[in-house]
């Protein structure tokens, strides 16, 4: 079975462009979330989503957001690009059902390595 | 979620059993003790997970103390490719907090030849 992947693997970008991110989860996972991991902040949820809807959301400004297509792929994306924008970006996804309580695993992609200049 | 301690850096002997502890004082009953672990430059790898009682998976076990405040994973048979930054990570289960994981600094283990 095919993992998670991320794609574009590197990308660099000037301050104030905007930037697109996909991810395309493990086949039969509905549940992708998002990730920023930085050196000096390490990994921090950005956001996940569920069924095509945001069911949770990090502590991260309105620049940054996200959506989730019927075939369950995913989009990130982050406007008015700062430096500190700079991060290794991971996208995760879990066979989560909905309304269930369990216990699940993460799996996760490589990861989009962006650079802002 | 409880919070976690974890060392920052340990180090193994290739072939020897590699012991990662993590301490999670303030957990509650009903939240998950789970494992994972990153390799440079790739995303984090799930290991193992548990909620009372230990485990063992073909990767690791997982020993879980009686009052849950504290774990270790356990890596049988080190190697080198073991080597990589371990997360140790409580959480409750999916229903309310979904994919949202909490990783903190956790601990760099090196394996050497």
């Known amino acids: 079975k095919a993992g998670v992947t991320q794609t574009p693997r590197y990308l660099i970008k000037t301050r104030g462009q905007q930037v697109t991110l996909s991810c395309s989860p493990i086949?039969?996972?509905?549940?992708v979330s998002w990730y920023q991991q930085t050196p000096g902040q390490g990994l921090q949820f950005l956001f996940e989503?569920?069924?095509?809807?945001?069911?949770n959301k990090g502590n991260f400004p309105g620049r940054f957001s996200g959506r989730q297509f019927s075939n369950s792929r995913s989009e990130m994306n982050v406007s008015t690009l700062e430096l500190g924008d700079s991060a290794l970006y991971l996208c995760?996804?879990?066979?989560?059902?909905?309304?269930?309580?369990?216990?699940?695993?993460?799996?996760f992609g490589s990861g989009t390595q962006l650079s802002v200049l | 979620d409880a919070k976690t301690t974890q060392p920052p850096s340990m180090d193994c002997a290739e072939g020897r059993a590699a012991n990662l502890p993590c301490n999670h004082s303030?957990?509650?009953?009903?939240?998950?003790v789970y494992w994972y672990r990153q390799i440079h430059s790739q995303g984090p790898q799930y290991i193992i997970h548990?909620?009372?009682n230990n485990e063992t998976n073909e990767m690791a076990s997982l020993i879980i103390t009686e009052d849950r405040k504290s774990s270790t994973l356990i890596l049988p048979h080190a190697t080198l490719r073991d080597t990589a930054v371990y997360y140790c990570?409580?959480?409750?289960?999916?229903?309310?907090?979904?994919?949202?994981?909490?990783f903190g600094e956790g601990t760099q283990l090196t394996v050497n030849p």
């Open positions: 995760a996804s879990s066979r989560r059902v909905g309304g269930q309580r369990q216990s699940e695993k993460l799996f």
């Open positions: 086949s039969g996972h509905r549940s």
């Open positions: 989503y569920f069924s095509e809807t945001q069911r």
């Open positions: 303030t957990i509650s009953g009903n939240e998950y």
């Open positions: 548990g909620l009372k």
């Open positions: 990570i409580v959480r409750v289960a999916a229903l309310t907090s979904g994919s949202r994981l909490t």
